[in-house]
Nanobody, 123 residues
Framework: QVQLVESGGGLVQAGGSLRLSCAASGRTFTGYSMAWFRQAPGREREFVAGIIWSGGHTYYADSVKGRFTISRDNAKNTVYLQMNSLKPEDAAVYYC????????????????WGQGTQVTVSS
């Protein structure tokens, strides 16, 4: 059974940084894509960043390019999201997702989800 467990959320001032982690277990993830989505109150879940496990190709939403970096640690089966220059509009619950989807940005394509971690950005 695939499990994704996020951690690293919290409260940060605008302009600050946070690093989110997603610990994955339950299978090997060769061929999978791992992604981060976020959802703010009253808004739809939106794609943030993704990485294809094999090869490490990364892809980003335009709103976070140049500020956020997704990476993975094969040995730890963990995906990270380094978030720099945070803005109040980045505040949301951040979710880790996994699926055999290529560079998909649509949440419905992903089969597995974590429980989410809250990111709050104060202005």
């Amino acid at each position: 059974q695939v499990q994704l467990v996020e951690s690293g959320g919290g409260l940060v001032q605008a302009g600050g940084s946070l690093r989110l982690s997603c610990a994955a277990s339950g299978r090997t993830f060769t061929g999978y894509s791992m992604a981060w989505f976020r959802q703010a109150p009253g808004r739809e879940r939106e794609f943030v960043a993704g990485i294809i496990w094999s090869g490490g190709h990364t892809y980003y939403a335009d709103s976070v390019k140049g500020r956020f970096t997704i990476s993975r640690d094969n040995a730890k089966n963990t995906v990270y999201l380094q978030m720099n220059s945070l803005k109040p509009e980045d505040a949301a619950v951040y979710y880790c997702a996994a699926g055999v989807v290529g560079a998909a940005m649509y949440p419905g394509r992903y089969a597995y989800w974590g429980q989410g971690t809250q990111v709050t950005v104060s202005s």
